[in-house]
């Protein structure tokens, strides 16, 4: 999915294209670009988000430009792919969202035509065809390029001299925003409703002609009335799709993810060409294998750490990558895995440089195609999650857990049968997150209970242990309730002290070796008069006995348990913070991946 | 006609177990949800602008259709709280409604063609149908092309032209609900306040799931349509006949036979020696083990089945897990749904997440509750609440 923006009128168009962009980044923002026309045709595009962009690039003088922010999943968001992509002369520009169809043909036929391309992407073939039917008038240029290009698109082209967008649609969302002496172009409504309320949607084949001035627009080679909308709701309403916040959305969305994530991989090798790595083949030595990362995806770190170990008996050591780079003496064995949703973070990028420095051999797991880790890693794997807007990772988080167990799990050569029940557990992850999901109400009751408390306590042991802290800082990152995840048996060494009737303690169990010990725990949280909810399998009579409010999550095994446990802390964070009024998707202090030391 | 509201609210309670988890309007049929067909039939005749007035089950609504755009359709929702009616429903969407809208209702299944003819009338008009039973719906008096009353579910029928709940209204509307719930009420006050209301006839399809095993029929009747398309990997020796439709991502193993309409989705992993026949949808994410035959069934996502099954005219939920040698074999008979008892030709109804072991024997007609668990070598039968243990 891409975002696309044009403006033309009286004001400069930078600051407006880059404004709408950003209210577009949810359709991806890996790379992005804009094109302003004053005495010819500038462009500025480059890999990054709307953001940095905008403030490294230089002001482009004009009243007339075209904007694009892009979300790769096949081929690199780099400089030349970004858009907008212009012809050989670079008069015309053209931003473009959608799929040529046919476009190696017409690449073929315009290289033949003496045309040169630049990029690997299938829109340059868009402002070359233009430029070869132009002669002096861009709509009727347009309209002959369009004719011979099979697909679905949603474009905006600019040409040096010409006082008109044209704007064209089929299959991809575009509209028009109607303003004063000034009129916009954009992907849909968001983009624009800054600026205006007044909006025109196109109908598929639709071609439209924008100026200053006015709109017109073409339809089967004729002109037709256009049809004024005024849009009553707001933008934030918009690409929440129903949902109140993109944290709900995205949390809702996880079993999707998942399954996303799983299909590449397990029917294939054979289908996919998207390979995982053996990891039993990457380790090399006796050595443990290092796991570097950091906040949330440390986390999901130390859970890797559990399943690797326990499915491949490999050692596993998970390092913060923040302090990696300031041990003295780098002792970390032959290989390692970097961890990293936004593949940006700074910290692990430094990290990753020293051990690569040292000989290490790195796998990256990220979900930004072509992100900065990825230039330096010498295997990648990508986390299907799609673009997260929320800053509390969620399903980023999840589809982590997801590539750690597949990678674990499809490097497992023991024993057939104990592998074929591992991949049925995990095929049922998806129905299993649902069906949490769609039992929600008791977690809002909860959280209701939380809300109204300053300090809490998440205790977890084994391979839920990690799951507490990751439950505590969802708390903390969104509801800014103190919160502290705890490994189950260490609350005795210090922190028993501050446990009372105001600290309740969220207790995290599953049905493994832990859970004895986890009863005793809770028993002892009980004595000091600390209200205990507790996270326990379906169907777990014992726990009521000790708790004094039970979640119930469907019951998986307790190797998978931190995905479903994960997920119902997710729900109890994000309707604790919804209780206290919070701004979720935007918590104060935070950005979405920390580009800094 | 620019607008549509699609109501889609309502949970459908007399097709559990499929519907705990999902409203009505989310069922799959042939590897989609009823829901889409409506949209898809919108798009296709011009209407891009699509209100959705959701209730029961909203986010499952939100997690498919999104914004709309993969439909290539704008889609606002607006929330009823309380569940009370298709006119409280409908009243729900006041503040976005246009000057004239379409209003459906989201549980039916249709086509393009149901409603070519009805986009291009006017307002206050209602689509209706002529049908075999009609006492199960609501029964239009027409005269000259005027309808003059409806009589909702009447004993007997004076015709068999029912109203499809697919309506023409203009803002007008909004002025007759006043405290009605169902929007049959609001027709017949518009028709005694002396308001014409048009009838306009369709003979496109027009189909409603009411029972569980209905999600069959629905299922063969549009999987002869689906798009034939091949994404995933088939391996040698494999026989395809008739008209297949293979997602992305999914092999189909060696010697394996499919004999269309099929549709299965993405990700799953059939055979080796597996027989899928008509007509059989089988959704994302499936495992089908060696030597297991399936026949005109709905298989949900993430659901595996072990080796040497034989299962027929059955629907078997989400995220199930079957063991080797279960037998769901097709037969008549005896179904009871809310006391009343219906005589069907039926293989098991398996609802979401069950776990099933090897060796059970569903005999025809079990409806089987969601996320049960069958023990290995058992017999199941008649109707099984949510969460059963059969041991």
Redesign the interface.
Known sequence: MCGIVGYIGYRQAQPILFNSLLRLEYRGYDSCGIAVSADGVTVYKDAGKVGELEKKAPRLKGAAGIGHTRWATHGEPNQVNAHPHCDCSGRVAVVHNGIIGNYRLLKKQLIAEGHRFISETDSEVIPHLIEKYYQGDLEEAVAAALKDVEGCYAIIALADGDPNLVVAKKGNPLIIGIGDRENFVASDVTAVLDDTNRVVYLEDGDLGVVSAAGIKIMRDGREVAWEEKKILWSVEDAHRAGYEHFMLKEIHEQPRVIRDTLIGWLSSGESSGESLVDLTKMQGDARPLTILACGTSYHAALVGRYIIEDVLGIPVRVELASEVNYYERLLVGAAAIALTQSGETADTLRAMKRLKAAGCLLLAITNVVDSSVTRIADNIVYTRAGPEIGVAATKSFIVQLIVLYSLAILSYKVDAGRLTDLVMELRRLPEKLQRLLSGKDRIKEYAGYLSGYENVFFIGRGINFPVALEGALKLKEISYIHAEGYAAGELKHGSFALLGENTPVVAILARDNTYGAMLSNIKEVKARKAPVIALAEEGDDTVSEFADMVISVPEVDALFSPVVNVVALQLLAYYTALERGCSIDTPRNLAKSVTVE | M?QAIILAAGEGWRLRPFTV??PKVMLPVAGKPILQYMVEALAQN?I??IVMV?GY???????Y???G?QL?V????VAQKKRLGTAHALAQAR??AQDEFLVLSGDKLIDATTITRFVTVKPESVLVKRVESPERFGVATIEDGVVKGIAEQPKEAGSNTVITRIYAFSREVFDYIETELAISGVLNKMIARGKPLHACETDGPWLEAVYPWDVLSLNSVVIPKARAEMG??VEKGVSLKGQVSVG????IRANSSVVGPVVIG????IGPNACILPATSIG??V?ISPFSEIRNSVIG??V?IGTGCAIQDSVVG??C?IGGHFTALSGEAEVKVNDVYHSVKLGAMLG??CSIGSGVVAQPGVILGN?SEVQALKLIRGRLPDKSLVF
């Open positions: 620019k988890s999902r011009g891009r602008n959701v089950k909203q986010e499952q609504i939100f997690d259709m999104g914004s755009e290539g704008d889609i606002t929702y503040e976005v995933g990997v992305r991502d999914t092999v993405d990700g799953c992993d994302d994410n495992i996502n993430d595996a989400n995220g897990a979401e997440g996320y």
